[in-house]
């Protein structure tokens, strides 16, 4: 800050007993002290920059997958209710054939939905159809390609709204279309690697022809894009079972509140099988109540990632704290010179607050300038990321709150500088 003061027209340096210095005059004091130690003032900077990249560039990955699953939720299948055997443990998995972003419900319940139950849900108020399923892995061989994934029974009239994914190529299943199949776009494009329609393949042994393939879902693990469907006969004579489904997916009609149908597909079951809420043994899940169940995990997860982001910036703060001490040691008699000249003390102590602020302010800057690169290259390889304008107001708070609380300790040391002692240092 050495040779920064402001002059009058008599060439000596100007206080403030009088008119008093203003808040942008005291701002281009600070902005000239930094530039006078731009090494310093860029070190302390730095640490900032990478505290404050850090924070919007992890929560804007929690931010960005709340955000594709939610947009998957209100798209197709926004209308689609999933029943499933098991009252309380539900698992995020994407197998079995759910529609994106659908979560089943795995347990060890001795009371599975049955086919007839499935045929009795038709009939309840606001439902359009009922996709009963049966899924089980099944060996898949075409050519000298061999594999084995999930196969999945569906109900033909229900199937192409239930799939909640529309068809890539070819066509649906059909009523009487027992020996044909509609796989799964990673099915075409990774396991056999060429175009597929009316190609004939055997899953279990026998001969299926494939006459669709579904766009591609997005979804990982064993999801939809994994999955081969058969018609719900054909799967009932291939796995050799008639009685229990896998799961049923009931289609909400047009005009009908969808957690208002699930609620009745609820109370039909608990009626069906003399049970109450508190012990039924099915889960009911819409996309309302797993986008809510999803909001909670992405944000406890924002939390967690922002908590060890803020460790780099805490630490940034740490390198604003010694930069302003040594600030103060260094300018301890240009700040008897102001004092000397009328300056308060709580003018000396903004000066030095202003300062630490603007290293907070620029590091935040540069740090969310930076956490958009890493956004964009993050999405580039396929990792959800979203950077949004609470979260870029998030970093700056951050990012100018540590400035000040790093520099409040330093300002308040050179404040209290008696001139005297000031004006005799070396």
């Known amino acids: 800050m050495a040779g920064t003061a402001q002059k009058s027209g008599t060439g000596k340096p100007r206080a403030d007993s009088k008119r008093g210095i203003t808040n942008l005059e005291l701002a281009e004091l600070a902005m000239n002290s930094l530039r006078y130690r731009s090494l310093r003032s860029w070190l302390a900077i730095l640490g900032i920059v990478i505290g404050v990249a850090s924070i919007v560039t992890l ?24 029943i499933s055997a098991g009252g309380g443990r539900a698992s995020q998995s994407f197998g079995g054939g759910a529609p994106p972003g659908m979560v089943m419900v795995s347990s060890s319940s001795t009371e599975p939905i049955t086919f007839a139950d499935a ?30 994934t999930t196969v ?5 009239s ?46 279990n042994g026998k001969a299926f022809r494939v006459v669709g393939v579904l ?13 081969i469907f058969i018609t719900i006969k054909a799967a009932k004579s291939l796995f050799n079972q008639t009685q229990n489904t896998s799961s049923v997916i009931a289609i909400a009609a047009d005009g009908y509140d969808v957690d208002e149908v699930a609620g009745n597909i609820s109370a ?27 909001s909670s995990v992405t944000d406890t997860l924002a939390i967690f990632l922002g908590g060890i982001a803020s460790i780099s910036l805490i630490v940034g703060g740490i390198g604003v704290a010694n930069a302003m001490f040594t600030s103060v040691l260094e300018q301890t008699k240009y700040i008897g010179l102001l004092k000397s000249l009328g300056a308060r003390r709580r003018t000396i102590l903004k ?32 990792l959800p990321s979203s950077i949004t304008p609470e979260l870029i107001l998030l970093g700056m708070s951050f990012s100018v709150g540590i400035g000040a609380v790093s520099g409040l300790i330093p300002a308040r040391s050179a404040s209290s500088i008696a001139p005297v002692e000031a004006l005799r240092y070396e």
Do not use: H, W
């Open 351 to 382: 000066l030095f607050l202003f300062e630490a602020c603007m290293v907070g302010f620029i590091g935040g800057v540069i740090g969310i300038a930076l956490s958009f690169v890493a956004s964009a290259v993050m999405t580039s390889f396929g």
């Open 268 to 294: 039909q079951l608990r009626t069906m099988r003399k049970e109450t809420a508190a012990k039924q043994t099915f889960t009911v899940t819409t996309p309302t109540s797993l986008a809510s169940t999803i």
């Open 215 to 227: 766009n591609q879902s997005g979804t990982s693990f064993s999801g939809p894009d994994r999955n």
């Open 152 to 156: 999945i029974g569906v109900n033909p």
């Open 158 to 203: 229900a199937f192409p709204e239930s799939a909640g994914i529309t068809i890539l190529k070819g066509r649906t299943l059909g009523t009487g279309d027992d020996t044909s199949v509609v796989i799964g776009y990673s099915v075409e494009a990774s396991t056999f690697n060429e175009s597929m329609i009316n190609k004939q393949i055997k899953i």
């Open 59 to 82: 929560i804007s990955v929690s931010t960005g997958m709340n955000e594709n699953i939610q947009k998957s939720l209100s798209g197709a299948g926004a209308n689609l209710i999933t």
């Open 119 to 148: 045929a009795t849900l038709k009939r309840v108020t606001g439902v359009k159809d009922v996709d009963a399923r049966l899924s089980s892995n099944g060996k898949v061989s075409y050519k000298n390609k061999n594999t084995t």
